[in-house]
């Protein structure tokens, strides 16, 4: 049999060209060559299928996806993470050329390059041949991606806080009444946007598992710290008791407890 030229694509299989067509052809004459779309090659593509499907199920029930607490837009000290497939674009964000003032680099430009580069390809090598070595253009293109995706993704596994990441989106039950003036009026305004929306902390720490008292609360809010500006100035003193009576009475609960009461 010829390779390459004289052949012709029938289902999966290569079949030798006639220089003059012969109708109604029985491509059963090519035993071992060509078979049944159904149902032998249909049952093989549903059993790779379910191979994949079941592999893929034993992965979830031995990793489940770590599930964190309820979105808030409120908490701007929150840091989302994005997929594993995309952590290699993260971290292009991060460095000088790509981050900043320089964002639409890394957000638009250099993307756009790589897909460019990919549409382009039929044009960009127009080779015929199937050995890699005589397509240097494709190679070469194919080997640089796979090598900066590779290298961008395990640096920021590497050097990703994950504990930070698993901390700042735990769930915790607490005893937080989201429906109280108190909260939506003054917490919502003044503390969640460093505090996190449920105060157990993002840019700013925990108020929820340590015990506060009053008095200590009152102070930090109208003097502050380092890193906390001052309130004494910006609200009044009436609102500063009441946000500390609402922190200082913050208190962990089971999840148990949480769901009967209806408390979160």
């Known amino acids: ?30 035993p071992g060559r060509t078979e049944e779309f159904y149902p032998d ?34 908490d701007t000290g929150y840091i989302p993470l994005p997929d594993w497939y995309f952590l290699f674009l993260y971290q292009i964000l991060k460095y000088t050329y790509a981050s900043g003032p320089f964002n639409v680099v890394g ?11 990919l549409l382009l390809m039929p044009w960009l090598d127009n080779s015929k041949h199937r050995n890699w070595k005589k397509r240097p253009v494709a190679t070469s293109l194919m080997v640089v991606s796979v090598a900066i995706i590779f290298y961008a993704t395990w640096e920021s596994v590497a050097y990703h806080d994950w504990e930070q990441q698993s901390e700042q989106g735990k769930i915790v039950f607490s005893n937080l009444d989201a429906e109280d003036p108190v909260f939506n009026e003054l917490i919502r305004t003044n503390c969640t946007s460093c505090h996190g929306g449920e105060l157990t902390g993002a840019s700013g720490p925990d108020l929820v598992t340590p015990e506060l008292d009053e008095a200590t609360v009152k102070a930090f809010v109208e003097n502050g710290t380092q890193t906390m500006p001052a309130f004494k100035d910006t609200l009044t ?17 089971d999840k148990k407890n949480a769901e009967n009461t209806g408390e979160k």
């Open 41 to 74: 090659f249909l049952l093989k593509e549903w059993l790779t299928g379910a191979v994949f499907l079941v592999g893929f199920l034993c992965l979830i029930v031995a990793d489940p996806a770590p599930l964190e607490r309820m979105a808030d837009a409120t």
């Open 107 to 117: 957000a638009i430009i250099i993307p756009g390059l790589a897909m460019g580069a």
């Open 237 to 253: 003193e009436e609102e500063i008791d009441e946000i500390s009576k609402f922190i200082a009475n913050l208190e962990l609960t």
């Open 1 to 30: 049999m010829k390779r390459g030229k004289g052949l012709k694509f029938v289902g999966d299989s290569r079949v030798q060209s006639y220089e003059k067509p012969k109708l109604n052809r029985d491509y059963s004459e090519f």
